[in-house]
């Protein structure tokens, strides 16, 4: 009997107790990350005032990346944005709610590892979703703000937990999605559901983060879902 080390076209799909919309569950993730923390502020309703809310938001993204969270100050920015300092203020007390105001209004493409939680077992073809996930980890474009937001949370200890949300939120679905693969009979019979998360996610989320620019974006997503998928899936039987 031959086996193939393809990838895993399954013709049944199984019942899911995955979210439809994975959209909603980011949503109340990100619902429950904040309140705490400080009351944001509301977006204004006229045009022209979110406009300039959007230019300040604008304005400090380039400017924590360009030199830092640090090196950034509220002044700045309010120049950067074309405002007063005044102005600023009226909008946001700080430069932290700036920062945790652009991570909530982009918060997958920030947090890119929140992607791992999409990598479902329902469709059919796992190598495909496994390929989907790693996809969506490592092709972010905010790599810059998520390296601002850590630098954040090493002078502000009251963010850990915010950050803990987020890691708890990724792992308990991937262990689910893993779990539901192992009660199908479709991964290798020994897999540790909790360690084989945990793998998972510390290895995406640290090469999303330090990415060796000599090995192409293409090439080490390929790399990477081979790895992925043959770690979880055996060689099918044909024949």
Do not use: C
Not at 7 to 24: F, H, M
Not at 171 to 199: K, M, S, Y
């Amino acid at each position: 009997m031959a086996q193939t080390h393809g990838p895993s076209l399954k013709t049944e799909p199984y019942d899911s107790t995955v979210p439809s919309d994975e959209a909603d569950a980011i949503s109340a993730l990100a619902a429950t990350l904040f309140p705490a923390l400080e009351a944001l502020p509301r977006v204004p309703q006229q045009a022209r005032s979110r406009e300039k809310r959007d230019e300040i938001l604008k304005a400090a993204a380039a400017m924590f990346v360009a030199r830092g969270y640090a090196a950034t100050t509220s002044d700045e920015i309010a120049a950067a944005a074309g405002v007063s300092v005044g102005t600023f203020y009226n909008y946001f007390r700080n430069k932290r709610q700036v920062l945790v105001t652009l991570v909530l209004e982009r918060l997958e493409g920030i947090l890119t590892n929140l992607q791992l939680a999409r990598m479902d077992f329902t469709s059919g073809n796992h190598f495909e979703s496994v390929r989907r996930a790693v996809t969506a980890v490592l092709s972010g474009t905010e790599t810059g703000l998520r390296r601002v937001w850590l630098e954040l949370m090493t002078h502000d200890p009251d963010l850990v937990p915010y950050q803990q949300a987020i890691r708890r939120h990724v792992l308990e679905r991937l262990e689910r999605n893993l779990a539901q693969a192992v009660a199908h009979g479709d991964t290798w019979p020994d897999l540790d559901v909790e360690a084989t998360a945990l793998a998972i996610f510390s290895l995406l989320d640290t090469l999303s983060l330090r990415r060796d620019e000599s090995i192409g974006e293409q090439r080490l997503i390929a790399t990477l879902t081979n790895m992925v998928y043959r770690a979880l899936f055996p060689p099918q039987s044909v024949g």
